[in-house]
């Protein structure tokens, strides 16, 4: 027998879906004639994050142009599914400075973090942007990526 598995989703306007996926939030989509169910055999939401560093507009504007058509609508719904309860535990945030010649480990710390990874590791850089560092982005050659038991987030080195 197959066990299935149903969220909740719930609707949500593009601005307000685009605020929650650059916060790290884990956003459905389907086309515009399709609601968000896990029960349908035939087509299923369709889950985004910012954990490989794409922008929103350019994943939805893909997402549109293979999966939106006459049938199923030309445009997009954005769901988000309904958190029942969070829960956080500690992880240790490594700071590595990286440039072309080398890698230095400047400094590490400890914060409560969701243990949804896309999430933790998004809250980890704005922590370390709060610190004053200078964040490089995984799409422009930065490696901010959740391990075992730390999340590294590289920065760029201070420029005197």
């Given at each position: 027998?197959?066990?299935?598995?149903t969220?909740e989703?719930?609707?949500?306007?593009k601005?307000?879906?685009?605020k929650?996926?650059?916060e790290g939030?884990?956003?459905?989509?389907?086309p515009s004639?399709?609601?968000?169910?896990d029960?349908?055999?035939?087509?299923?939401p369709?889950?985004i994050n910012n954990?490989?560093?794409?922008?929103?507009?350019d994943?939805?504007?893909?997402?549109e142009y293979?999966n939106?058509?006459?049938?199923l609508?030309?445009?997009?719904?954005?769901?988000?599914s309904?958190?029942?309860?969070?829960t956080?535990?500690?992880i240790?945030?490594v700071?590595i400075?990286?440039?072309?010649?080398?890698?230095?480990?400047?400094e590490?710390?400890?914060m409560?973090?969701p243990?949804?990874?896309?999430?933790?590791v998004?809250e980890a850089i704005?922590?370390?942007k709060?610190?004053?560092?200078?964040?490089?982005?995984n799409?422009?050659?930065?490696c901010?990526?959740y391990?075992?038991?730390?999340?590294?987030?590289t920065?760029?080195?201070?420029?005197?």
């Amino acid at each position: 027998m197959r066990t299935i598995v149903t969220k909740e989703y719930t609707r949500v306007r593009k601005n307000v879906a685009r605020k929650l996926f650059n916060e790290g939030r884990i956003i459905y989509l389907t086309p515009s004639n399709i609601v968000a169910t896990d029960s349908s055999p035939w087509i299923k939401p369709y889950p985004i994050n910012n954990r490989a560093g794409d922008n929103f507009d350019d994943i939805v504007n893909r997402y549109e142009y293979y999966n939106c058509n006459y049938e199923l609508g030309y445009y997009t719904n954005f769901w988000i599914s309904e958190e029942k309860e969070t829960t956080v535990k500690k992880i240790e945030v490594v700071i590595i400075e990286a440039d072309l010649n080398y890698m230095d480990l400047l400094e590490s710390f400890e914060m409560e973090l969701p243990e949804d990874r896309a999430r933790a590791v998004a809250e980890a850089i704005k922590a370390v942007k709060a610190r004053g560092y200078n964040v490089i982005p995984n799409d422009q050659g930065g490696c901010n990526e959740y391990s075992e038991d730390s999340i590294a987030i590289t920065v760029a080195p201070d420029v005197e």
